[in-house]
């Protein structure tokens, strides 16, 4: 398990010194950490760092170090990427220019400390926002980190972080936070791409790369360019990731993404030894066994079949790791385990998925598109065709498509604030809390919308990473990668139009396009996508007790934010009703079990 801690401070004043090095002593003692860089003003240490895997890049002349793995983008075209080496002349481009060169010239996962221009250090995270970048500050130390629990058993010193209830309320109402700002007081994030100041510096954050400028790039429009484009980076990157390790476990729905994946490093592609898991549990939709296998055949690889825990009890929950947001625990249930075993067994040091399919071939069941070539090419003879995609693609008619199509260009784009989710438990008392200022609203997504709707959602959707830790299994879990996710692959996705992304009316419809040979025929042409809602029910209801107890007289009933009469009537009503609504439920057990971990204040809710 890869992190960091470094600790920044003002090194111009001479009595400064004396917390950080204090500091590191008590992380020093434990044989876990050593120190990756220490220079007047910035101690970077480390812990898990592994050859080939997670690394540590020193800046000639003592000018920085970038932390994690890294790969140049010129290398794209190699069969085999060259392992890294900053020498003087790249260190020397890196700190000229604040780093931009890094993002610019070089990809992967990593977090960069860099000397600023007009002296003291900056940290700089890379685009895929895969490594978690948090940042606190105690008498006169920055301190910057991966990951809360260690930081908080290994500084016993540190005042324990109180909670930020409009955070809270935002993430119950809209989901996860685009901010800076975290639920915790006093820690914010670094955003992907961007570079913060850290020591004495008054000089403000700037995020250097976001999904929106990417998007407003020059399009990729041209089917044939796009198509090769897509199939050659698709692999490149999986086979870059998949080059760092000598066992990998895959996790194979036998969905699109994870095949396309998949065929990227079958048998004779990679020298690593991959080996597939396929979790399944009763259901309609929850056993895609059968796409698994043919997956799994075409590759050659082996395939595992795994039975989710049926049993899986939710008071685990409450043992997660402490973490500056609340998580979510649904995609684990039943399955981190098995993982954290499976890894063992097979000596795999790394789970690929392919996570982040969905955004990045655009899986959305809307009209999008078409509004999206209106805004982008105009009236022209293209727009029936467009205007026919889009229809199939939202399954409605293609008059409707293209009424919608001409609203959208003539009163507006995408809005820059999300809508709440679905569900009725939050008060309305909790969504002006999570609404005022916008300021849990990242801040690359401007008030005037600079991008047609289609693009705009797709941009969002990619603005916010996916877990790098489990808060369960912690050092016992393979490290998640998700190989889609990767920045040279992002930013090609966002250059191309929608319309391209989904020419014939089907989601994925490029992606299919490029991978069709590769693919079983099943696979390719399936319009059906697997899930484990059956499973999220069947825990919830075996777990009802212990649901109830833990929200009706909870931290988010006492502050207000979920209405106790209508979770009481939800967690004591008909089991079909309480079904349709498990993923509600989830979610407030989630942010429930988070708010224990913390100090309680003295907020009271609204009298009854």
Known sequence: MFRYIALAWDDTLPSAETMPRRLALQLLASSAWETAFLRPGLHVLVAGAAPGINEVYP??????????????LGDLTQASPRPVVLDARDSDAIVRSGGRALVRDYWGRHISF??????????????????????????????VFSWLEEVLATMPGLPRPTVNADAVAAQLVFGELGSRETALRGITQVLQGEVVPLGGSAEPGALLWNAIEQAQLAPVEDLAEATEALRHTVRA????????YDSILFRLSGGVDSSILLSCLARGLTPARVTCINYHSPGI?????????????????????????????????????????????????????MDA??????????????????QLFFEFRHCWPAADYLCLRGLDRGFAAAAMDAARLGQMSVWRAMRLAVADRLHGRASTQAAPRSGNLFTEAAVAQATQGNRFRHPALQPDGCLPIGKRTQAR???????????FEREAAPEMLNPLLSQPLVELCLRIPTYVLTQGGRGRALARRAFAAELPPEIATRRSKGGMEEHIRAVLLDNLDFAQGLLLDGELVRRGLIDRARAEA?????????????????????????LRHWPSDQVQGPAA
Not at 59 to 72: A, I, M, N, P, S
Not at 115 to 134: E, M
Request: net charge negative; aromatic share 8%; proline share 6%.
């Open 341 to 358: 075993e499976l890894a063992a067994a097979h000596g795999a040091s790394a789970m690929f998925t392919g996570g982040g399919g969905d």
């Open 114 to 143: 860099l000397r600023g221009p007009s002296g003291g250090f900056h940290v700089l995270r890379d685009p895929s926002g895969t490594l978690p970048c948090f940042l606190m500050h105690f008498e006169g130390v920055a301190i």
């Open 461 to 471: 959707q990619l603005m916010y990473p996916m877990n790098y830790y489990d808060p």
């Open 59 to 72: 800046l000639q002349d003592e000018q920085g170090v970038v932390l994690g793995k890294l790969f140049r």
């Open 285 to 337: 939709d929850s056993d895609e066994r059968c796409y698994a296998r043919l997956a799994a055949a075409r590759a050659q690889r082996e395939l595992i079949e795994c039975e989710r825990i049926a049993g899986f009890r939710l008071e685990s929950i409450l043992h997660a790791a402490p973490t500056p947001t609340p998580g979510n625990h649904v995609g684990r249930m039943g399955s981190a385990q």
């Open 237 to 244: 990157c999986a086979q870059a990731w998949a080059g760092c």
């Open 570 to 594: 939800l967690l004591c009503g008909e089991p079909a009703t309480l079904a349709s609504r498990a993923g509600e439920v989830h979610t407030s057990l989630a942010i429930e079990a988070w």
